[in-house]
């Protein structure tokens, strides 16, 4: 299949259609004359949708003369795309530069309203749980966190290189040498910013990384050599709980270990159950994108929480203080 078959928006227009209760006209293209034509013969109330702007390297590059075009048959511009309001594209960034007004849509405020809200005015206590196989992707929400946060708790594959870090002998799990003296240096910021910081006590170990896999419950300090930790322990996971307990706002990225192995997803589900509960107590709950939004509707869960992001990367880089081009450009956000 061609890639311009394949990433054809065709497949969208009669679902919205049916979402909508109207036809929903696809042009097949997103500029030129197709889309000069097709909104001239517009009558009130119709609604067209534009090809796939992915079809032209110029909106990747941000283009300006693309970004032009793309607003040559509009009045004003509305981004309602969280999932790419951290990329600096022409349809993000460039085309708003040309409309005015410029405005977020009712999802974008949302998600802006939970993300930037709890980074910037939490509720307190207010607790961050990031997981994920490794530091070196997480190192600025750690540090974000860590100047904003009561209590943050690690989790996955990232926790051996922070028990490595302490002098744990950690087996065959995955471990970050390189990030060693860093994980050192993020647990003396929390120490001395007073941040509660929550690591494994037991985890999930297993002779290989495989569904199938030997598996047992071992304290940190008796893992054995050869076999790797994928998940917390029950033990890790009462820790968790107690110290969620009372906590306000919660945000989540990242998940506990390899839960999409049955053996290795306690801890995922248990951190997943226990954010529904405070939910329903009041708390904000917050599932910052990626891995742990899967997590949450592998578990029926995603219902219960107070906001799932729809942005992996553009959760993160909120989350980490920074402004998102595609945010910056409107001018009222």
Known sequence: MDSR???????????????????V????????????????AMK??????????????????????????????????????FGTAHRAHGSTEGVASFLRPAVAGFLLEKELDYLQGAVDVPKRPFAAIVGGSKVS?????????????????LGGGMVFTFLKARGVSVGASLVEDDQLELATKLEGIAKEKGVELFLAKDVVVADKFAADAANKVVGINDIPDGWMGLDIGPESLADIQNGLAGCNT??????????EMDAFAKGTFGVANTLAELTSKGCITIIGGGDSVAAVEKAG???KMSHISTGGG???????????PGVAALNEA
């Open 250 to 259: 919660v945000i989540w990225n990242g998940p506990m270990g390899v839960f």
């Open 25 to 40: 006209k696809l042009v097949s293209d997103c500029v030129g004359t197709a889309v000069s034509g097709a909104v001239d």
């Open 5 to 23: 078959k394949k990433f054809s928006l065709a497949p969208v227009a009669p679902v919205l259609s049916k979402y909508v209760g109207q036809e």
């Open 314 to 324: 553009a959760s993160l880089e909120l989350l980490e203080g920074k402004v998102l």
């Open 137 to 153: 992707t997480k190192i600025s929400v750690i540090e974000a966190m860590l100047a904003k946060v009561d209590k943050l708790i």
């Open 301 to 303: 869960l995603a219902d």
């Open 44 to 81: 009130d109330g119709d609604i067209v949708l534009l090809e796939n702007v992915r079809f032209y390297p110029e909106e990747e590059k941000n283009d300006p003369a693309f970004a032009k075009k793309l607003s040559e048959n509009a009045d004003l511009y509305v981004n309602d795309a």
